[in-house]
Every structure is written in C-alpha cells, then in structure tokens.
C-alpha cells in the first residue's frame, strides 16, 4: 500500500498538476490578502499573507524536485510553514463557528483547502533533504513571524477573534514550536528514501 501511494504521489505527472494547484493557490492567497495589505504599513508586507507565502515555498520545493534539486533552505521553510499555517488556518475557521455560528461555503473550502496544504507538506516528509543550518534559518524566520504578528500586531485579520488575540498568539507559538520539531525529526531519524532512488519511481 505505501509503495502503491508514493508511485502515484511521486509520479512526475502528479507533481506538476501538484505544482500548478500550488502556483495557482499561491496567487489567489496574494489576491485574497489584497484588502489587509493595502491597511499594512509596507514594511511589514512579507509578514502578512502566511499562508501563500508557505505555499510559494512549497511550490518551489516541488519545482525543484521535479528538475532534480533540493533547495535545502526552501525545503525548511516549505515544511515547517506549510504545516503551521495550514493548521493555523484550520483551527482558526472552526473557533469562528463558536463565535459567529456556522461556516459558509467560503469557510469550508479555507478550512478543506488549508488542511490539504498540511497534508501535503507531510505526504512529501521523505523528499526533504534541509540541513540542521537550514532549519535554524528556517526556525527564526518562523519565530520572528510570530512576533511580527502579535507583538506589532499584523495577525491575518479575523475580526471575530481579535478579542482573543493573546490566547491565538500563546497557541501560535507553540504551534510553530512543535512544526519546528517535525522538521527537526526529519533530520534527526534520516526517515527518507535516497533522493536518487526516489527518482527511480518515477
């Protein structure tokens, strides 16, 4: 069964269509972002859009896989955002239901959407090839995006749950914290195929 999913997921084929959903995803999270950025002072405009910034990692991750490439630094970065924000975004929707009530169609398809970002970080653990160095970066980036958020207080905008701002920012934290840990258990446990052998299934 494992050896049946990586043959698919591994499949050149499905890693460009896996490749453009992301470039396109990535776009429309730039767009989607369009009306907190123009409220944002410029200096803090990388720090805003989270989620399609992690998903432009990841979609760089992808490309270089699919030329034959580990871009180590975008590797890092790649999982340890695209696993938080994709969890962040997630948990966020759903505490909107206990304030506002049920979700829309556009709430469901953020929290569907979101949760497949972290999946897929997860479906390619073996492929990641970062260095302890590489994630390091990839950790102060994480952190320091935190404290952008709600130190300065550029969090992705949910008016229903600024007034819950300290707790989401406590929860953020360690929510960062433990995606560090998950990249860090890709280093420590060496749990991946060869790069090259992988190459082999496709």
Same mark, same amino acid.
């Given at each position: 069964?494992i ?7 591994? !499949?050149?084929?499905?890693?460009w ?8 995803g ?5 767009? *989607?972002?369009?009306? $907190?950025?123009s +409220? ?18 990841f979609?760089? !991750?992808?490309?270089? *896989? /699919?030329?034959?490439?580990?871009w180590?630094?975008i590797e ?7 696993v938080?924000?994709?969890? *962040?975004?997630?948990?966020m929707?759903?505490?909107? +239901?206990?304030?506002d009530g049920p979700?829309?169609? +556009? ?13 897929q970080a997860?479906?390619? @653990? ?5 260095? *302890?160095? !590489? ?7 994480t952190?320091?995006?935190?404290? +952008?958020d709600?130190? @300065?207080? $550029? ?5 229903? /749950? /600024? $007034? @819950? !701002? ?8 360690w /929510?960062?914290?433990?995606c ?5 258990l890709n ?16």
């Amino acid at each position: 069964m494992i050896t049946l999913i990586r043959s698919v997921l591994y !499949a050149k084929p499905i890693m460009w269509l896996l490749f453009i959903i992301n470039l396109l995803g990535t776009i429309y999270g730039y767009y *989607w972002y369009k009306g $907190q950025l123009s +409220i944002t002072d410029p200096i803090y405009y990388i720090f805003v859009p989270d989620s399609p910034t992690a998903s432009l990692f990841f979609t760089f !991750a992808l490309l270089g *896989w /699919l030329l034959g490439k580990n871009w180590r630094l975008i590797e890092a970065l790649a999982l340890v955002t695209l696993v938080k924000y994709g969890l *962040w975004a997630v948990v966020m929707n759903l505490l909107t +239901i206990g304030v506002d009530g049920p979700l829309d169609p +556009i709430g469901w398809m953020l929290v569907i959407s979101h949760f497949g970002m972290a999946v897929q970080a997860i479906l390619y @653990f073996p492929w990641y090839r970062f260095s *302890w160095i !590489a994630l390091a970066i990839a950790a102060i980036w994480t952190l320091h995006n935190d404290v +952008i958020d709600y130190v @300065f207080g $550029q969090m992705p905008i949910y008016r229903s /749950l /600024l $007034q @819950f !701002a300290p707790q989401i920012g406590y929860f953020t934290f360690w /929510l960062s914290i433990a995606c560090i840990l998950i990249a860090a258990l890709n280093i420590s446990e060496k749990r991946y195929m060869s790069f090259e052998n992988s190459h082999k299934t496709r």
